[in-house]
């Protein structure tokens, strides 16, 4: 069974930065997907980011293109979410989210394992 733990949330003020951590344990991820969700205060989950881990391609929403950077330490099964140029409206909770394959799905129910979450809170 795949374990997901999220790390690094916190409080930052507009314009900062923070990254987050999700380590993966419980099986190979040879061919394994990971992306970052986000819940917003009242709103549904929506995707952030992904990356498979086979082939390292990427997928981002557009609302953070530019600002987020995915990326993955294969040896440590290891998925790191660069965020810079905070805004309130990243303000969330984010989720680290894992599937089966090599192709990045932005959508949450295509995922079957899931971390708790870490909150991300930006201030102006």
């Known amino acids: 069974q795949v374990q997901l733990v999220e790390s690094g949330g916190g409080s930052v003020q507009v314009g900062g930065s923070l990254r987050l951590s999700c380590a993966a344990s419980g099986r190979s991820f040879s061919f394994y997907v990971m992306g970052w969700f986000r819940q917003p205060p009242g709103k549904e989950h929506e995707f952030v980011a992904g990356i498979s881990l086979s082939g390292v391609t990427t997928s981002y929403a557009d609302s953070v293109k530019g600002r987020f950077t995915i990326t993955a330490d294969n040896a440590e099964n290891t998925v790191y979410l660069q965020m810079n140029d905070l805004k309130p409206e990243d303000t969330a909770v984010y989720y680290c989210?894992?599937?089966?394959?090599?192709?990045?799905?932005?959508?949450?129910?295509?995922?079957?394992?899931w971390g708790r979450g870490t909150q991300v809170t930006v201030s102006s």
């Open positions: 989210a894992g599937r089966n394959g090599q192709v990045v799905r932005t959508t949450s129910k295509d995922y079957d394992a």
